[in-house]
């Protein structure tokens, strides 16, 4: 691959998520939640940005495919840990979304440790986009609520059901995927 199809527009916004996310970090760790905020909502930018100008100047790359999940899970493990350990969010849900991160990369491991071709044959879903969307919003939320002193326990709530239910729904709909490529592998043994 060219040095001109690696150094897309678009990889080089999902490489900015990826260092935006040790710069949240240190803005929460110091308490600067506004930063913090900030930072977090431009990487959720990029998120949204770097896939659109993918498709539409159609600058889709390996790298671009491998890096952008990667940027997603680790700003959003990394913030729901931030939050869980603040105790702003339920400890269960951090678990849950971080279990279904790494049920998805280990499952992804096994099947290539099979030998079976999964960059090709996985597609990001619409369950999935939402579920990072929707996880990206509840980080939002919840850390303007705390930058400005404000209190919407029931909204917070219904955020978290929410984004619990569709994250749960995109990891078994990965989950099942893996089975799938697993069984056309084996021939359905």
Known sequence: MSRDAIWTVPNILTIIRILLTPAFVMAYISENFNFAWILFAIAGLTDALDGFLARI??????????????????LLVTSFLCLA???????????????????????????????????????????????????????????????????????????????????????IAYVRRGFELFSEESGGQ
Request: aromatic content about 12%; proline content about 5%.
């Open 57 to 74: 100047w159609d600058q889709r790359t390996q790298l671009g495919a491998m890096l952008d999940p990667l940027a997603d899970k680790v």
């Open 85 to 171: 350990l603040k105790g702003w969010i339920p400890p269960w849900f951090t678990v849950l979304v971080v279990s279904r991160d790494v049920i998805i990369v280990g499952g992804l491991a096994v099947l290539h440790f099979w030998g079976i071709e999964v960059r090709s044959r996985i597609k990001p879903i619409w369950i999935s986009k939402f579920t990072t969307a929707a996880q990206i919003f509840l980080v939002i939320f919840v850390m303007i609520q705390r930058s400005f002193g404000l209190d919407f326990p029931l909204i917070q709530l219904f955020m978290v059901g929410v984004t619990g239910v569709v994250t749960v729904i995109s990891g």
